[in-house]
């Protein structure tokens, strides 16, 4: 399998870490005292240095998720030297998302114009990107299919996140919101002409899955036992401490037990952007250091944008190119760790 092209599109406005402190001051005054919401403020601020955070890329007023995603689109495509008729299968893998029925993949069909291709939605989190390459492989080195676009366009902040705080309690699962980036990506993959086979491992701890969500109105008709308090609709959750905990232990455990993915070397390693500080701790673990590549300061958490974000902005820095051995490492919400080894 070969990635022919790959692009990325992102929002023209950068917000800083106090951009941000200033709407959930503006948002939670009313509702805490002084002495609470010093100290939700503080607690903010002490995690976004824990976590390194410092900016992410949110919509200006009259910019739309899909404008960014077409701009993706047909760039990944300029890129692969294909004309929207050469594509016979898209993928779209946003959590990010207009509507629950049909795909949001016949919609990017139709804007595209990809007239000869089939299209299906494949939902996982944030290891929705990479769960998508590890099913094109099998259909192209199937020849099911030819040439295969995997997209999303997560724009996720306005949608499901929320600057209110009413206790200082919340920030246990909520504070993710305030790393929530927005971007597009597309990637083009083709049959591979004699390169290294592409290799995938996943492993899932099921028990974790009331650890992070987004829930639906109707959530108590599949679900009796949720661990978070507050289950407002649509508005994101996670408990980022325990989630980054079970991510060490599985991400570093599931890596040192695996002989095939300790014996494929690799160039370049790009980790799931959801904080600095533990990509960093997981490149020093695996032996990485100095060959990850990380763009959680700059671009936060893009959910399933996050890695091919990372990769655009490699090659763009020449930090990725043409024939180089990439190591990918994703934890996501399930619980469940992905590992990719795939050649540029």
């Known amino acids: 399998m070969r990635i022919r092209g790959i692009a990325c599109s992102m929002p023209s406005r ?4 106090e951009e941000l402190l200033e709407l959930i001051h503006r948002a939670s005054a009313p509702h805490l005292s002084s002495r609470q919401m010093g100290q939700v403020l503080g607690r903010v601020k002490s995690l976004f240095r824990l976590a390194g955070s410092k ?5 200006s007023d009259g910019e739309l998720a899909r404008d960014f995603a077409i701009r993706a689109a047909n760039e ?15 993928i779209y893998v946003g959590v990010g998302r207009g509507w629950v029925e049909p795909g949001m993949s016949n919609y990017f069909a139709d804007c595209l114009g990809l007239t000869n291709a089939t299209c299906f939605d494949l939902l996982d989190a944030c290891l929705s990107w990479m769960r998508a390459l590890h099913v094109a492989h099998q ?3 199937n020849r099911v299919y030819k040439n295969i676009m995997v997209m999303n366009a ?13 206790d200082p309690g919340e920030l246990e699962y909520r504070f993710a919101h305030f790393t929530i980036g927005e971007a597009a990506t597309a990637t083009v993959l083709s049959r591979g002409d004699g ?13 974790l899955h009331t650890l992070c969500k987004i829930p639906l109105p109707h959530i108590a008709q599949y679900s009796e036992a949720e661990r978070c308090p507050s289950l407002d609709p649509l508005v994101f959750f996670a408990y980022s401490a325990d989630l980054f905990r079970a991510a060490r232990r599985m991400i570093i455990g599931h890596y ?25 701790g997981l490149a020093k673990e695996i032996g990485a250091d100095g060959r990850a590549v990380s763009v959680f300061e700059e671009f936060g958490n893009t959910v399933s944008a996050s890695i091919p974000t990372a990769m655009c902005w490699a090659i763009e820095h020449g930090r990725l190119k043409r024939g180089m051995r990439m190591l990918h490492v994703i934890g996501s919400a399930g619980f469940s760790v992905g590992f990719a080894h795939l050649v540029y």
């Open 14 to 17: 950068r917000v800083s870490n």
């Open 55 to 59: 900016y992410r890329r949110h919509r």
């Open 76 to 90: 990944a495509l300029e890129k692969a030297e294909l004309l929207p008729r050469d594509i016979d299968l898209l």
């Open 139 to 141: 259909f192209l080195k």
């Open 154 to 166: 997560e724009f996720n902040w306005a949608e499901y996140c929320n600057c209110l705080i009413t």
């Open 195 to 207: 390169e290294e086979e592409p290799y995938f491992e996943f492993k899932t701890d099921a028990s």
């Open 256 to 280: 040192r037990g695996s002989d095939e993915l300790n014996r494929r070397d690799y160039d370049v390693v790009f980790a799931h952007s959801a904080s600095k500080s533990l990509a960093e």
